[in-house]
């Protein structure tokens, strides 16, 4: 598959479900309405979506949500989605997950061939942890991550930068991430939804960011590439890497290779942009899959240049209504 700038799409991001076991302030508003389960894609129809995206090209698959680990039978997805990997037509199945499921489920997601996942954590201290994710548990989280060690699994940790309430915190949680094997990105917020928080006060932009690390740590720019998004730096001081992602300040579209699947099985061609593609008609329509190969070409085919994030200081309203948590974060 190639968009109409030339570049392949490699990559598809699936969330298999808009709920969440957490509330974080960035992403949701604290009293949610989730989509009723009628509309959800049943896991036989994800799987017959994602398996016609594989037959299309896509070699790298990352299930997200919402939180993908609360999602009934997940394991049974991934399981089914694992033997892409078997046959060689998948390089890489993986997950980004709040890691509150871990504990349980960390020993079968490597079992059905899941070898890398991201975390999210926003802060190392527990009672902001519990302020930011409004229900979450940190030691929860972080008993899972062990359990995701032990059982064979590669870690990275996802942190936002949140001007004022984890900007300060940022370093020590590199050097803690560092210590314990696992490489660290840092994301700037995005404007998606809306939220009961103020998006202009949290806003941090990520050169500002390391501008500030480099008072302490030397960056070394790094070609490293983990087929998304992030801009890696290694650093010297803890021999780990950094990555940054900066969907405002210095957007990655010229090689944007992903495109997202929705639960309901809509396909959005860029995260930043409201344009997206109906698949689960043309999947419903028919045994076959021909008409749902027509569709996923079509929408290629209109995948835009880039997005249009901005953080407006005059309306405060987010660039895209929907949120993260319903495209996939």
């Known amino acids: 598959m190639t968009d109409p700038y030339g570049r392949d799409i490699t990559y598809l991001r699936v969330s298999v479900t808009d709920r969440c076991d957490f509330r974080c302030t960035y992403c ?12 959800l894609l049943t896991l036989e129809e994800l799987d017959r979506l994602c ?11 990352r299930l997200t949500g919402g939180e993908p680990l609360v999602r009934k039978n997940i394991m049974h997805l991934i399981q089914q989605l694992g033997r892409h990997l078997r046959s060689g037509a998948l390089e890489e199945l993986t997950l980004t997950t709040n890691g509150s499921q871990l504990s349980r489920y960390a020993d079968e997601l490597f079992a059905h061939g899941v070898r890398r996942i991201n ?22 989280v972080l008993t899972g991550l062990e359990a995701a060690r032990a059982a064979g699994l590669k870690v990275k940790i996802n942190a936002v930068a949140l001007k004022g309430f984890n900007d300060e915190e940022i370093p020590e949680m590199m050097r803690w991430a560092h210590g314990q094997g696992m490489d660290m990105t840092v994301i700037e917020t995005m404007p998606m939804g809306e939220i009961d ?61 992903r495109v997202r699947l929705t639960c309901t099985g809509t396909l959005y061609m860029c995260l930043g942009q409201e344009d997206a593609a109906d698949l689960r008609e043309p999947l419903r329509a028919s045994e076959g899959n021909e008409a749902l190969s027509n569709a996923i070409d079509e929408a290629i085919g209109r995948k835009p240049k880039g997005h249009d994030f901005i953080i407006d200081r005059r309306t405060r309203r987010p660039s895209v209504s929907r949120h993260m948590s319903v495209t996939g974060g």
Not at 28 to 39: A, C, G, I, R, Y
Not at 122 to 131: A, E, I, S
Request: proline share 6%; with cysteine.
């Open 28 to 39: 949701m508003s604290e009293h949610m309405t989730f989509l009723p389960k009628k509309d």
């Open 197 to 257: 928080e103020d998006r202009t006060d949290q806003y941090m932009p990520l050169s500002l960011l390391r501008a500030q690390l480099e008072e302490h740590f030397t960056l070394h720019d790094t070609p490293y590439k983990t087929g998304g998004p992030a801009r890696y730096v290694q650093v010297e001081e803890t021999g780990g890497k950094l990555g940054f992602i900066t969907p405002m300040t210095h957007n990655f579209c010229e090689t944007c290779n």
């Open 51 to 61: 398996t016609a995206f594989v037959e299309k090209g896509v070699r790298k698959l």
């Open 119 to 140: 975390v999210s954590i926003d802060t190392l201290d527990p009672d902001k942890f519990r302020q930011i994710t409004r229900w979450g548990d940190l030691s929860r």
